[in-house]
Nanobody, 114 residues
Framework: QVQLVESGGGLVQPGGSLRLSCAAS????????MAWYRQTPGKQRELVASISSGGSTVYTDSVKGRFTISRDNAKNTLYLQMNNLKPEDTAVYYC????????WGQGTQVTVSS
């Protein structure tokens, strides 16, 4: 089992930026695909972005060109750089493998509002 701790969320105005981090309790180097997900009240958790062990990335259409996922295997950390944020990006953001295999962390709240 791996414990995941997300951080970096906050309140930001539309057009602003945030960088999320996800620290894993042990090495995830062997995990082929890691991902960021997000969830809003009353909705299912959705996949936002994923990254393979080789660095290949996939993004949901709504964030393409604005979000960048990256991983630092030496630090057991996953990142999500979010630029040009929009109100519809407001959600709790989580990280996990893809497909998810560990218990979900507490997530980090991102609120985009003027």
């Amino acid at each position: 089992q791996v414990q995941l701790v997300e951080s970096g969320g906050g309140l930001v105005q539309p057009g602003g930026s945030l960088r999320l981090s996800c620290a894993a309790s042990r090495s995830v180097r062997s995990i082929s695909n890691m991902a960021w997900y997000r969830q809003t009240p009353g909705k299912q958790r959705e996949l936002v972005a994923s990254i393979s062990s080789g660095g290949s990335t996939v993004y949901t259409d709504s964030v393409k060109g604005r979000f960048t996922i990256s991983r630092d295997n030496a630090k057991n950390t996953l990142y999500l750089q979010m630029n040009n944020l929009k109100p519809e990006d407001t959600a709790v953001y989580y990280c996990n493998a893809l497909p998810s295999r560990w218990s979900w962390g507490q997530g980090t709240q991102v609120t985009v509002s003027s």
